[in-house]
């Protein structure tokens, strides 16, 4: 008993479409693959900003403290 013609036809046609869909996904796949890779990297000559914040240092007093009066006449 042979199978019918219609019976041939499809099962070629169907691994046809999974094979056709399987690259489509791989082709997608690799396409999101190399906009992020381009995305990723940054451009040559860019500039960069670092901000830092300092703390300050204490300072000793360079004359011993003292009171001094002036007084001034008109």
Excluded: I
Excluded at 5 to 11: A, E, G, H, T, V
Excluded at 41 to 51: I, Q
């Amino acid at each position: 008993m042979r199978p019918s013609p219609s019976r041939r036809r499809r099962r070629p046609r169907a691994v046809l479409w999974l094979a056709l869909g399987a690259v489509g996904v791989v082709l997608f796949a690799v396409g999101v693959a190399v906009g992020e890779a381009l995305h990723d990297n940054p451009r040559p000559g860019g500039t960069r900003t670092f901000v830092r914040t300092l703390q300050p240092l204490s300072v000793a007093p360079s004359v011993a403290a003292k009171t001094v009066t002036v007084t001034a006449t008109p």
